[in-house]
């Protein structure tokens, strides 16, 4: 029998203590549920495997104003780069930060603590039953505990079994070099050594930063180091990280009955850049908000519901836009790159830099897009499926 005041009994069990996890944590505790969240690492945001790129706004959104110690940095422009051509984006105007997600993590942990949530490291969840209306968790070198709603927000791992070719495999190093300039984000496009993606330096002060790549079927670590080698000497590695980034966007349903998905393990990550922090927290907000309004004597589904609508009603169509920008980058080699790069006038550059939105990009890309040799050349490469694309991209 469910009795909430047994220690071992909870509202709402979270798995994974990270951004998604620890927002819908904070949004039910703040309702009065009895939260705990379990996290397998031994300490909340570490190991950091993140660029910690976001919007002021979007944390702002987020209910969070991160101390001064949390913000690394802040972005003044972007580089972007093919073989043979660079485009200057100023992105002042849109508020750019770094984050130190160690600290950041940290920070969401103790809103969510504060709000009267519980939470517990080196707990890995092992197993998860559905047993007479409650949830069983079996928590690795821990007692079982029970919950009437469950969160899964494990992150990438829970979807491993959704789609291989939707994860592509991606490395990070912090590193120090004079080289990298303390306002400036660059990206980098290069078809045979980033397929389907790029490499990326973020800084997180002048002459330090992280260097990362993403791409299919490539090895990280020798593509960091060539990118490293290339870069030249000096240079030191200070930290290096692998993970595995999901690019197909939102998996819904969202909920099956009260076991809910939130985060990167819902696939709430931009399908251009694997962002997750701003989209993956609100998936967190809202499903919190939405356990705890069905939650209660007159359980209601309906209330569920309501976090995928809100979701995917936020974030459905520039998601589904941004697979359609993925899936014309999938196919452009590098010669077309340094086309589409070279037809960009500066009137369009300036034209994004004034308004451009970081957390909803797809309208920058599509200006990027959107030029008469641009459209020939998807015309070319996709074939039947130009007409489709085109008529998307006039939606945007
Ligand atoms: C290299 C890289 C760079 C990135 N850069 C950016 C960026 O610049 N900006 C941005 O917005 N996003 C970025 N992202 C994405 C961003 O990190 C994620 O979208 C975000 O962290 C998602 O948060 P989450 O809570 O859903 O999942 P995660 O952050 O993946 O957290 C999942 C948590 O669950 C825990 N866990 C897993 N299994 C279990 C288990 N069995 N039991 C208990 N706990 C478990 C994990 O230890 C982890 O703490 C980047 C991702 C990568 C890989």
Known sequence: MFNKNHENTYDAIVAGGSVSGLLAAREMSSKGMKVIVLEEDHEIGTPEHCGGVVSQKGLETLGIIPRIKTIDNEIKRAIIRTRNRELEIDSSNQKVIVIDRRSFDKELAFQAQSSGAEINTSS???????????????????????????????????????????????????IYAPWINKDTIEVIFDADLYPGFFAWVIPTGEGKGKVGVAGRNINPNESINNFLNKRGKPYSIIRKIYAPIW???????????????????????????????????????????????????????????????NWTSQFGKEFDRLRLMRSILERLDNKSLDKIFSDISQKTLEKISAAGDFDFHSIALKQFLDTKLTLNLIYTLMGNEYRKVVRDLSKI
């Not at 969202?254 to 990550?269: E, Y």
């Open 124 to 174: 890995a969840v092992l197993k998860n039953t559905f047993e007479g209306g409650v949830f069983k968790v079996k928590i690795k070198g821990g007692v079982d505990l029970y919950g009437k709603y469950f969160v899964d927000a494990r992150g990438v791992g829970t979807l491993v079994n959704k789609g291989k070719r939707s994860i592509l495999p991606s490395g990070q190093y912090e």
């Open 247 to 309: 690019i197909d966007g939102y998996v819904t349903p969202f909920s099956i009955g009260k076991n809910v998905v939130v985060g990167d393990a819902a696939g709430q990550t931009k399908p251009t850049t694997a962002g997750g922090i701003f989209t993956g927290g609100m998936g967190g907000i809202f499903a919190g908000r939405a356990i705890a309004d069905s939650h209660g004597e007159n359980y209601d589904e309906k209330y569920l519901g309501r976090y995928e609508d």
